[in-house]
Every structure is written in C-alpha cells, then in structure tokens.
C-alpha cells in the first residue's frame, strides 16, 4: 500500500522491529518498510536491521530527537544519541544488540525545524504584556484618587 502513497516527509523514523529487513529481489534490493517509505517520498528514514529493545530503543529515539532539533543533521544526530546512550547505559546494555541497530538511509542535512513556535511565543508573551499594561493603566484611571 506504502508504494501507491505519497509522503512527502524529510525524515520518517520506523523504530519497530526489523523494518530495513526484506527479502532480496535481484535488480530491485532489498524489499523493506523502510524501502516503501522511500519509494513514497521520504528524503531519509531511520530503521532497524534487527529486533529492538524497548528501553533502549525509546531512549536512544529521544536523544535523537532532542539532537535534530539543536539542528544536527541526521546523521550526527544518530550518532550523538547512540553514543550518548552508550555513556550513560548500564553495562550490559552497552552491547551493539541494544543501541546498533538503527541506519539512517537517505539525505543526512538537518530537517530545519522551524522555530514560528518560539515567534507565536513571544507575540503571545507581549500582547497579554500589553494587553495587561492597558487594563491596569484604565483600572487606575477610573479610580478616585
């Protein structure tokens, strides 16, 4: 179904068990989830060669994602949260089942992720500034000094 869609996405991340495991076509590769998700438009995915582990697997994407919006680009970004994962996991979760299993297939450059949330922020902060100033400044001149 993935191959009659079109996703458009600069990064879809598959973090479920083997989704860069396929069978092998001659002239074709490997046909994978991760290779559907390419062929629908994805610049890039991340997927797994072999069967994760969850703890692992869900700190090793939040370092991830915490690095890909410091602007990294994706693949320093895998890299940093692999390593990261390896300095802080308890040793006998620093073997390669646990954190190896993730590739990143496709375009590397950083997603850019916009930062309009931070502008409606602070438009958000100085308009109820202003807004509060306003109503203070008519409440005091209303009051019979």
Same mark, same amino acid.
């Given at each position: 179904?993935?191959?009659?869609?079109?996703?458009?996405?600069?990064?879809?991340? =598959?973090?479920?068990?083997?989704?860069?495991?396929? $069978?092998?076509?001659?002239?074709?590769?490997?046909?994978?989830?991760?290779?559907?998700?390419?062929?629908?438009?994805?610049?890039?995915?991340?997927?797994?060669?072999?069967?994760?582990?969850?703890?692992?697997?869900?700190? &090793?994407?939040?370092?991830?994602?915490?690095? *890909?919006?410091?602007?990294?680009? $994706?693949?320093?970004?895998?890299? +940093?949260?692999? +390593?990261?994962?390896?300095?802080?996991?308890?040793?006998?979760?620093?073997?390669?089942?646990?954190?190896?299993?993730?590739?990143? *297939?496709?375009?590397?450059?950083? &997603?850019?992720?916009?930062?309009?949330?931070?502008?409606?922020? =602070?438009?958000?902060? =100085?308009?109820?500034?202003? *807004?509060? &100033?306003? *109503?203070?400044?008519? $409440?005091?001149?209303?009051?019979?000094?």
């Amino acid at each position: 179904e993935l191959y009659n869609m079109e996703i458009p996405t600069k990064l879809a991340v =598959l973090s479920a068990c083997n989704t860069g495991f396929g $069978k092998m076509i001659n002239g074709e590769g490997v046909m994978s989830l991760a290779r559907a998700f390419t062929y629908a438009g994805a610049e890039s995915v991340v997927m797994s060669h072999w069967r994760v582990d969850d703890k692992s697997s869900s700190t &090793i994407m939040q370092y991830f994602y915490k690095y *890909l919006a410091e602007g990294k680009s $994706k693949d320093k970004a895998l890299r +940093l949260a692999k +390593l990261q994962f390896l300095e802080e996991a308890h040793p006998a979760s620093q073997h390669p089942f646990h954190w190896n299993n993730y590739v990143l *297939l496709g375009n590397t450059s950083p &997603i850019g992720i916009s930062k309009w949330y931070q502008s409606i922020w =602070l438009y958000l902060i =100085l308009t109820f500034t202003a *807004l509060g &100033i306003y *109503l203070l400044y008519q $409440k005091r001149r209303k009051l019979p000094y």
